[in-house]
């Protein structure tokens, strides 16, 4: 007979299990502002503010004019596996919501200060708060007057769990990665307004417009002048994918892939096969080793892309990816090779 007693199985408490899922989708103040910025999208915002005090580590707070959360139902905003953007397998197949796991607040609240703030009418004397601090769920619910939408205040991020907390880097880098999460989401809709400040200074001040002008302006904005005066406009539509965007000219090469911007139903995606196509599409345009810049837009029926592929989002699954691939390396080579009407290659369009 054994001497070692077989340990015996137990279930993690919930403030354990969430600080174990956080590991996976809170990996440093940018990802908390990605999480609260999605929200603040889905609730259908008009306007966003985003704050953030020293880098992050003090104080991110995401501010929106949408929809709010109900009194009843904001416990459970902080409970894990709680949404309200589906219900079933199907609602998920053909989900329009950036987010639908129901786990950003639950993680994020288990590794930090959690304020969050809300009104769903549109009485501004109205409106309820909930705090959680380093908790799973034992929120108490106190009246907090807010204008119509909401308000989550992310203080002391990893305050209680050291491991995560030595990998924050200088305020500096960590507001970097914050400002890249603001950049990449203020890409995806310009019908809303946006705000970013850095230790109470303005960073970013975006007006919403969706006219051509208006999308330059912001591109310009947020990628730089340069940016925009060296990139042509490109839209094109085939069955149900429809690609449009800006793709910079051959001539406009970077030494690194830091101006690359894909969405997919408006969310940012890291796609290898989205890489491979425009790769393959620059190859001969640009020279060996230098990066293209690029912001694209494809668009096409959720129930053909697979967005529950990752924790974090950042990767979908086309059903038919030889078609995209296909596609976006067609649409693309065809802009490139009329920006470059000296070097003519035998076929053309
Ligand atoms: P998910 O976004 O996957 O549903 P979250 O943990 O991010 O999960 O949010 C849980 C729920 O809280 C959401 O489904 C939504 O109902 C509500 N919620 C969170 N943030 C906001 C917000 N800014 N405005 C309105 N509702 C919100
Ligand atoms: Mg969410």
Do not use: C
Request: aromatic share 6%.
């Amino acid at each position: 007979v054994s001497t070692v007693s077989t340990p015996r199985i137990h279930v993690l408490d919930p403030r354990l299990a969430n600080q174990i899922a956080a590991g996976e989708v809170v990996e440093r103040p940018a990802s908390v502002t990605k999480e609260l910025i999605e929200n603040a999208i889905d609730a259908g915002s008009r306007r966003i503010e985003v704050d953030i005090d020293t880098g992050g580590a003090r104080l991110i707070r995401v501010r929106d004019d949408g929809r709010g959360i109900a009194e009843d139902d904001l416990p459970l905003a902080l409970a894990r596996h709680a949404t309200s953007k589906i219900r079933s397998l199907e609602d998920l197949e053909g989900v329009h919501s950036l987010g639908f796991r129901g786990e950003a607040l639950a993680s994020i609240s288990s590794v930090s200060r959690l304020e969050l703030v809300s009104n769903a009418q549109d009485d501004p004397t109205q409106g309820w708060r909930v705090v959680a601090e380093g908790r799973a769920m034992e929120s108490r619910v106190s009246p907090a007057p807010h204008p119509r939408g909401t308000t989550v205040s992310v203080r002391d991020l990893f305050f209680n769990t050291p491991a995560r907390r030595k990998f924050m880097r200088t305020e500096k880098t960590e507001f970097g990665h914050v400002e890249e999460a603001f950049r990449r989401q203020a890409l995806s809709r310009y019908d809303i307004a946006w705000v970013l400040r850095h230790n109470q200074k303005v960073v970013h001040q975006l007006p919403p417009g969706d006219t051509a002008t208006a999308r330059e302006r912001r591109i310009a904005a947020l990628l730089g002048k340069n940016f925009i005066e060296h990139a042509r406009y490109i839209e094109r539509e085939v069955g149900a994918l429809r690609l449009s965007g800006w793709v910079g000219l051959p001539t406009h090469s970077r030494a690194q892939a830091d101006q690359q911007y894909f969405f997919v139903n408006g969310r940012v995606v890291r796609d290898r096969l989205v890489a491979h196509a425009v790769r393959q599409a620059y190859r001969d345009v640009m020279f060996h080793g230098r990066q293209p810049v690029f912001v694209l837009y494809l668009d096409l029926d959720p129930d053909v892309v697979d967005v529950n592929v990752h924790p974090t989002k950042h990767e979908v699954r086309f059903r038919d990816g030889r078609m995209v691939h296909d596609f976006l390396f067609s649409s693309l080579h065809h802009s490139l090779a009329q920006s470059q009407p000296q070097e003519q290659s035998g076929s053309t369009a």
